[in-house]
């Protein structure tokens, strides 16, 4: 049976893609791990990777085609034995079982001759529907005694495919539907605004020009909005004086001169926010869906601007990592941001974000939580202040901060604690490399 091969979701908020370029053609033979396509998602190039072998048989969507939403078929691909001649054919049963025949219909057909053995019944599941699996997956399960209907399939559509098998042990078992989490209740839909038509008409009079949408835009427009409306944000304000950590900074850059490193203040924010989390580990979680997921490791994710939008790589483990390494991943992250050249799993993730507005003079600002994170500390510019110390009015360089916080996940006191541990590690910067 021709398979379709489908526009993958290459990250979590892909809804559709560019495919920028086939690195294959019909009639070539391919196998699994094969570099099919270049895809361009809302966040970068990637390429696709082919999940079954056999040979292309035909290409649906043409390179350069923009706007192609996710599981809509760009190629079908053959197996042993089939043709060109087999797309279009109807890949599987309908999903309705056919009527009894009633009692005064005319009789079925003799059965045929014995010599003629019947076709194999495709596999079935435990509640009785169609196992769908590719002829390679069926010839290793039967070679490995394993039980496709205990086996979950990673192709399009749910298809079993080499890799689900070779992995899977005879007799293993998927979890029960019990056993899943149970998915949360969607949220309401937001009263709708205003329809492109009637924004058009209001400023029909006036000079204007209209600029499309990209994947990324229209991904951060999503995504925010959804943040805005379904998560319960507050806020929590708080100043951290830097004379110290400013000190601490150029006495190590002097020191770190020969081996190029140079730290930033953003490298002891990230630094500062990864033990906080440590330090309130309550405080380092994430919203489910309908429960907190509670991560050990502070993986700490920062934006990144780049034209058009933004980019939160994220640095894992940041609590263990020194601030020169720190800074270094930091600089690769972003400037491969810049050039959309990051993977998924560079990008994903995280419990908690930075935002830093200071290098552009952003004295303070509110952040947006970006889903599923807990929270996000939006860092102003550090300012000479007047400061009040035992009696006496000092000049302090003061940086503002607001933390962003999902009620659901942090309530107010554990939001103050871990704003409070983030403020003492930037007041304490030596206390940081203890």
Same mark, same amino acid.
């Given at each position: ?6 526009? =993958?979701?290459? !990250? ?58 996710? /599981? ?20 599987? =049963? ?11 219909? $005319? ?10 053995? =019947?076709? =194999? ?16 997956? @069926? @010839? *290793?399960?039967?070679?490995?005694? *394993? ?6 399939? !990673? ?6 495919? +080499? ?32 329809? $492109? ?8 009079? #006036? ?10 835009? @229209? ?11 379904? *998560? ?12 110290? &950590?400013?000190?601490? #900074?150029?006495?190590? /850059? ?7 490193? +140079? ?8 630094? %500062? ?10 405080? /380092? ?5 309908? #429960? ?60 908690? %974000?930075?935002?830093? &507005? ?10 947006? *939580?970006?889903?599923?994170?807990? %929270? ?19 000049? #302090? ?27 003492? /590690? ?9």
């Amino acid at each position: 049976m021709p398979t379709e091969i489908l526009m =993958p979701a290459l !990250s979590p908020t892909m809804e559709e893609g560019t495919l920028a370029k086939w690195l294959v053609k019909e009639g070539d033979t391919v196998k699994s791990g094969d570099i099919l396509a270049e895809i361009e998602t809302d966040k970068a190039t990637m390429e696709f990777e082919a999940v079954d072998e056999g040979t292309v048989g035909k290409i649906l969507v043409a390179e350069g085609s923009a706007g192609v939403k996710v /599981n809509t078929p760009i190629a079908v691909l053959l197996e042993e034995g089939e043709s060109a001649d087999d797309i279009g054919a109807d890949p599987a =049963p309908k999903a309705e079982a056919a009527p009894e025949p009633k009692a005064a219909e $005319a009789p079925a057909p003799a059965a045929a001759p014995a010599a003629a053995a =019947p076709a =194999p019944a495709a596999p079935k599941s435990a509640d009785g529907g169609r196992i769908f699996a590719s002829p390679l997956a @069926r @010839r *290793i399960a039967a070679e490995k005694g *394993i039980d496709l209907a205990s086996v979950t399939g !990673s192709g399009p559509r749910g298809r079993i495919v +080499k890799a689900d098998v070779e992995g899977a042990k005879p007799g293993a078992a998927k979890p029960a539907a019990s056993d899943a989490p149970k998915a949360a209740p969607a949220p309401a839909a937001a009263p709708a605004g205003p329809s $492109a038509e009637t924004i058009l008409k209001m400023y029909a009079d #006036r000079e204007t020009t209209e600029v499309a949408l990209d994947g990324m835009r @229209r991904t951060i427009a999503a995504r925010l909005g959804e943040a805005k409306q379904t *998560i319960p944000h507050f806020y929590l304000r708080r100043s951290a004086k830097l004379d110290e &950590l400013m000190k601490f #900074r150029a006495t190590l /850059n002097k020191q770190l001169e020969t081996r190029g490193v +140079k730290l930033s203040v953003n490298d002891f924010v990230i630094k %500062a926010c990864a033990l906080a989390l440590q330090q309130v580990p309550d405080a /380092n979680a994430v919203w489910a869906g309908d #429960r907190i997921l509670k991560l050990k490791p502070s993986d700490v994710a920062v934006a990144v601007a780049i034209e058009g939008g933004l980019f939160t790589p994220v640095l894992k483990d940041a609590h263990l990592k020194t601030l020169s390494a720190l800074s270094g991943e930091m600089k690769d992250l972003a400037t491969r941001a810049k050039t959309k050249k990051l993977a998924p799993h560079e990008y994903q993730g995280g419990s908690f %974000a930075i935002s830093n &507005l200071g290098m552009f003079g952003i004295e303070n600002f509110d952040a947006v *939580i970006n889903p599923p994170h807990g %929270a996000i500390l939006a860092v102003g510019a550090g300012i000479q202040t007047p400061v009040v110390e035992n009696g006496e009015v000092v000049i #302090r360089n003061v940086m503002s901060m607001t933390l962003s916080v999902d009620h659901r996940v942090i309530d107010g006191a554990l939001g103050a604690q871990l704003l409070q541990a983030i403020v003492e /590690n930037l007041e304490n910067p030596v206390a940081m490399l203890a």
